[in-house]
């Protein structure tokens, strides 16, 4: 499939940084959160997950941006399914360790939509797979590194948990897990979401969007 243009990222950036309806999420944080929702063990219908992208307002959405936006879909659908996903080239960490936590910073934004994707299916998987579970770990360690930019304070949180380090020695680390965890978390919410005995092994990838069914 062929990647969106330059041309039109930049078109479904500045319309949502401009003329979306408040609260809408950035062109980078629509990167996280699709990423999110197109590795849901259960495909999640438009209807549902559209919304978040635009604070609960979907009224008078462009035609042209809305096909823009299920072209970024099904890329990213092909990206975790079939070519490989990582991270947006721009998505980087910076050396000032509070500037990644800034609105408007990729990191930030990407980690934030990612959070707000990911809720849609986390909370089930955490409380009905085994604890003891290896897999267990490595999905709650993938969830807390993805969205540990999203939030300075909840960042701060899992920090002083920790022993002996800071938030400026600690972040480099994460960001790096969310490098290492990006190309294989699909993989890794599929063999999550068996092991909690609710889904057998026909999970299924998901498909692309067709906007007609919006």
Known sequence: MQSLTNQQQQQLSSWLNDKAPNKTLSLHGVKGYLFAVICSPDPIDVAIWLPTIFNGDTENLPDEITMILAHLYNQITEQVFESGYCLPPIVEYSDMCDAN???????????????????????????????????????????MAMSFFADKEMAQTVVNAQEQTTINQFAPSMFQMIVDFAAEFAQLVEHTALSTGLYDEDIADDEEWDTSEF
């Not at 934004?109 to 990911?118: I, L, T």
């Not at 909370?123 to 897999?135: C, H, N, R, Y």
């Open 101 to 143: 936590f800034l609105s408007g910073h990729p990191l930030h934004e990407w980690s934030f939509g990612f959070a707000c994707g990911v809720h849609f299916y986390s909370e089930k998987l955490l409380e009905t797979m085994p604890q003891d579970a290896e897999i267990s770990e490595s999905f709650a360690l993938a969830i």
